[in-house]
């Protein structure tokens, strides 16, 4: 069972959707007994970086996750907000991230006068960086639907599997071990995201 963590922060029924649209079944959840029993976890997130980390200090569910995912090594892929949580810190807040990958959050910055505005709002290309199971298939044009103003930056550039471009190339996609994450949302991303969330349900 492919459990959507509900701390509320997250577009949980776009998700929910488009699991359905590929045969998929995945349930929006905060209960401990539910979350221990997923095979892969997904963690979605629209909104500020402290605000989702105080949502999930206060949901209870901290010590369950990092049991699930660095101790049972489940699945789990972090979604927008969801990713950078996968971090250490973010320049958007002063509270400390998940640790669960050696990276900083970091906000974009762009020349004044270019063209390229913030937030990164809309479609652009996602190049994968090297072979991984999350971008099977995925065509090389493939696009995918981003909003956002702040960009994960990784300690070991191995952890990145994808970029996009935005005035400048950043990190779209991460993985190491069972962890992923996608800077964009796969959930408004059409054909492209629905091939995505099928690998990963693949996994």
Not at 4 to 29: E, H, P, Q, R
Not at 155 to 160: C, F
Request: proline share 4%; net charge neutral.
């Amino acid at each position: 069972m492919i459990i959507i963590i509900d701390y509320g922060m997250g577009n949980l029924g776009s998700i929910i959707n488009i699991f359905k649209k590929i045969g998929v079944t995945a349930v929006a959840s905060s209960s401990p007994d539910e979350i221990a029993r997923a095979s892969k976890l997904i963690l979605p997130g629209v909104g500020a970086f402290d605000t989702g980390m105080k949502n999930l200090g206060e949901s209870g569910l901290l010590d369950l996750l990092h049991e699930k995912v660095i101790e049972q090594k489940t699945p789990v892929l972090g979604v927008c907000l969801g990713m950078q949580l996968l971090g250490q810190s973010s320049e958007e807040g002063s509270l400390s991230g998940l640790g669960w990958i050696a990276a900083k959050t970091v906000k974009f910055r762009l020349d004044p006068s270019s063209q390229f505005k913030i937030p990164h709002m809309g479609w652009a290309y996602v190049t994968s960086t090297r072979p991984n199971r999350l971008f099977s298939d995925m065509p090389y044009k493939a696009r995918f639907y981003f909003v956002h103003s702040y960009h994960f930056v990784c300690d070991d550039l191995s952890d990145v599997i994808a970029t996009a471009d935005h005035g400048i190339t950043f990190c779209a996609a991460i993985n190491r071990g069972n962890i992923w994450g996608a800077q964009f949302h796969p959930e408004k991303s059409h054909k492209f995201g629905m091939l995505l969330c099928k690998n990963f349900a693949e996994l």
